[in-house]
């Protein structure tokens, strides 16, 4: 079973591409120089924390030039495995999060995150 590529990106999956573009821009800006817009109680006072929220700045930069690679090269197969990068990542913080916090409101936010990045990943692998 191969990947199908033509005739690109679906226009649905680029547009859901330029969204999460967009928005790991704005979250690659706050864990990076100022992770207190979304975590007001944060400690930035010791190294561990400011490691911690500059490798996730970093982290979440890669993957905002990964999808703008793929999406500016209008490639398929590209864009499919960043995404399934991705859905593994995200699988990842839920599972931190949940050992660190149990279920929160980020929780679910990762997991409807996940839900589109797998459909995404299906609409590509359909694609004809």
């Known amino acids: 079973m191969t ?13 859901f591409a330029w969204l999460l573009i ?12 100022n992770p207190g817009i979304i975590f007001p109680a944060s400690d930035l006072n010791t190294y561990s924390a400011k490691l911690g929220f500059g ?11 990964a999808l703008l690679i793929s999406v500016l090269a209008n490639n398929s197969r590209w864009l499919f495995i960043t995404l399934v990068c991705r859905i593994f990542v995200e699988a990842g913080d839920i599972a931190v ?27 590509i692998w359909k694609a004809k």
């Open 3 to 15: 990947l199908k590529t033509e005739p690109g990106i679906p226009k649905s999956v680029k547009l």
């Open 22 to 33: 967009a928005a790991g821009s704005f979250f690659f800006y706050v864990y990076t120089f």
């Open 55 to 65: 490798s996730t700045g970093v982290r979440i930069l890669g993957a905002v030039l």
């Open 97 to 123: 999060g949940y050992v660190l916090d149990g279920v929160t409101k980020n929780t679910y936010a990762l997991i409807i995150l996940v839900g589109f990045e797998v459909w995404a990943v299906v609409k």
